[in-house]
């Protein structure tokens, strides 16, 4: 009996180590600014209304690559949508819902920066889920992400989380080792410092200005303008 046990326990230690949990990885599309009021700014703004919708595509195929059967949710910030539509550009929001479909990510449409947070502590459940990569698409300072910039008000915005607030954010939701990275200007001068501070996890960002126009050839990625990464 002492000899089975013994078996039993070795086969036990040589057996492959199961996650005790499962990942998600979640992608933020912010708000464009609305032309009518960029196109007179020197430079202006968001030309195109896609700027933070290709880059998260560019995501779900890199997530996708590394593992087809990837969870991945897509928050997109809906009022700024459908403000920008009103140019007559298209049916944006259907557009972006297409998009969803065909890369198989979950769509979750959100009004507020509450709902995000809400999200990403409860969204899932986290002791079972938790985050493996977050991207933010949109505009920011280095004190805050700002999901409408310009879209509801000219050069300002009425939705945005402030760094002060990161606090919010629960301990404990992120895989080890989770990827975290901010694609929106001068983060990493002040925010990246307090989201490590606030949450355990490092994100990258940038010192400096992104530059969305330079996607095309960056493989559909936003570069830096004179600027850096930094943790």
């Not at 929001?93 to 297409?98: D, E, G, H, K, R």
């Not at 969803?100 to 995000?116: C, E, H, M, R, T």
């Not at 985050?131 to 300072?141: E, M, Y």
Request: proline share 5%; aromatic share 12%.
């Amino acid at each position: 009996m002492p000899r089975l046990i013994a078996i039993a326990l070795l086969l036990v230690a040589a057996a492959p180590l199961q996650a005790a949990y499962q990942t998600e990885h979640i992608v933020v599309s912010g708000g464009v600014s609305l032309y009518q009021w960029e196109k007179f700014k020197n430079p202006p703004h968001d030309r195109w209304w896609g700027n933070f919708i290709r880059p998260a595509v560019t995501r779900f195929q890199q997530i996708r690559d590394a593992d087809k059967n990837a969870r991945i949710t897509w928050l997109v910030h809906r009022p700024s949508y459908e403000r920008r539509l009103r140019q007559n550009e298209g049916p944006l929001t259907s557009w972006i819902a297409n998009i969803a479909q065909k890369y198989g990510v979950k769509l979750i449409w959100f009004n507020s920066p509450d709902q995000v947070i809400n999200y990403l502590n409860a969204g899932q459940p986290r002791n079972a889920v938790k985050i493996a990569s977050l991207d933010w698409f949109l505009h920011s300072n280095k004190a805050c992400f700002m999901f409408d910039y310009s879209n509801e008000i000219d050069s300002a915005s009425k939705a945005w989380l402030h760094e002060d607030e990161l606090g919010r954010i629960n301990r404990g939701i992120f895989a080890p080792k989770a990827l975290v990275k901010s694609w929106g200007c001068h983060t990493g001068e002040s925010m990246s410092k307090k989201w490590k501070r606030a949450t355990g996890v490092p994100m990258v960002g940038a010192v400096g200005k992104t530059d969305y126009s330079v996607m095309y050839r960056n493989e559909w990625l936003p570069g830096l303008s004179r600027g850096r990464w930094t943790r």
